[in-house]
């Protein structure tokens, strides 16, 4: 139990390498996916394209949903972006830094995947297949216009009957793999250089700003773990001290039955310091009310004197 605690606790102090981790993992999960996927194109002309786009364009979407919803950081942006004004004033710095953190990590596993299939090419060609121009490919020279749709439109599946003595077809497979693997190389080119240049471009820009976004963009994340476990913490004992109450009756049965209940005044005071003066509902639900309406200004010395 202990050990699963301490993994517990890594994980809350070290937030951002784990995100990273999910996002690693989030990445190589859309590479397996696509890899075991059976890619079967229709060879229809009215569906090569929606497919073929579709499963380009729809996981990666998913994807990008997914990184979104495992990054802890979406929402306490989202509370930080919403919360009323209060007496602690907001940064649109601080926002915006989260919110480029956030889409650079739920970024990472859309973009593996249209890069890999693009580099993979069956995607394109299904889905271009029937916008090839037919002039380019000798075997579709003494055809008619619905006759060069049709055969267009079988070429990604080589099994096909009209297709398999075709000898343009391989030579749109090749011409359409091609554009494929030209296109996904170019992002991934662009996406490096990019990468490179914000990488050694950024001391250009203001640090002292960057790591003041940094500095309190941890800090607000940080802030409402502790509040949470301090919520959870005084929920534990705020429920003890009522199952206490609720068999004080009861006693006499207890102990018949060898349970140790602590006698009244044992332990009381301590239990009362954790408990924080909050000892109901009400009480609870205020604290909670101004928390969210009223967050104390980011300034120790005002909340001492307070």
């Given at each position: 139990m202990d050990r699963f605690r301490m993994i517990f606790q890594y994980f809350q102090s070290n937030s951002e390498s784990v995100m990273n981790g999910i996002c690693g993992l989030l990445a190589l999960a859309s590479v397996k996916m696509y890899t075991s996927f059976d890619f079967s194109c229709p060879c229809l002309p009215r569906y090569n394209m929606a497919y073929g786009l579709g499963i380009m364009f729809i996981p990666p979407i998913a994807l990008f949903f997914c990184g979104l919803i495992l990054n802890r950081q979406s929402l306490v942006m989202l509370e930080e972006w919403r919360r009323p004004q209060g007496r602690r004033k907001k940064?649109?710095?601080?926002?915006?830094?989260?919110?480029?953190?956030?889409?650079?990590?739920?970024?990472?596993?859309?973009?593996?995947?249209?890069?890999?299939?693009?580099?993979?090419?069956?995607?394109?060609?299904?889905?271009?297949?029937?916008?090839?121009?037919?002039?380019?490919?000798?075997?579709?020279?003494?055809?008619?216009?619905?006759?060069?749709?049709?055969?267009?439109?079988?070429?990604?599946?080589?099994?096909?009957?009209?297709?398999?003595?075709?000898?343009?077809?391989?030579?749109?497979?090749?011409?359409?793999?091609?554009?494929?693997?030209?296109?996904?190389?170019?992002?991934?080119?662009?996406?490096?250089?990019?990468?490179?240049?914000?990488?050694?471009?950024?001391?250009?820009?203001?640090?002292?700003?960057?790591?003041?976004a940094r500095h309190w963009s941890n800090y607000i994340d940080i802030e409402q773990?502790?509040?949470?476990?301090?919520?959870?913490?005084?929920?534990?004992?705020?429920?003890?001290?009522?199952?206490?109450?609720?068999?004080?009756?009861?006693?006499?049965?207890i102990k018949l039955h060898s349970f140790n209940l602590p006698r009244e005044g044992e332990g009381a005071e301590g239990e009362e310091d954790l408990l924080r003066g909050i000892t109901d509902q009400d009480q609870m639900n205020k604290l909670l009310k101004m928390w969210y309406y009223e967050k104390p200004p980011l300034d120790v010395n005002q909340v001492t004197q307070r």
């Open positions: 940064d649109a710095a601080v926002i915006r830094y989260m919110c480029s953190s956030i889409m650079q990590r739920a970024m990472v596993a859309p973009i593996v995947w249209i890069v890999v299939t693009l580099l993979d090419g069956k995607c394109l060609i299904c889905a271009f297949s029937g916008s090839v121009d037919p002039e380019k490919f000798v075997g579709f020279a003494n055809a008619s216009l619905g006759q060069v749709q049709q055969l267009l439109a079988r070429v990604p599946c080589k099994d096909d009957e009209l297709m398999r003595n075709n000898t343009s077809r391989k030579a749109v497979s090749r011409y359409l793999r091609c554009w494929s693997q030209a296109l996904g190389w170019s992002i991934l080119l662009i996406l490096i250089v990019a990468a490179f240049l914000a990488r050694w471009l950024r001391p250009c820009f203001n640090q002292v700003a960057l790591l003041q773990k502790i509040f949470e476990e301090t919520c959870c913490e005084h929920s534990r004992l705020f429920a003890h001290k009522c199952i206490l109450h609720f068999f004080e009756s009861m006693q006499e049965e």
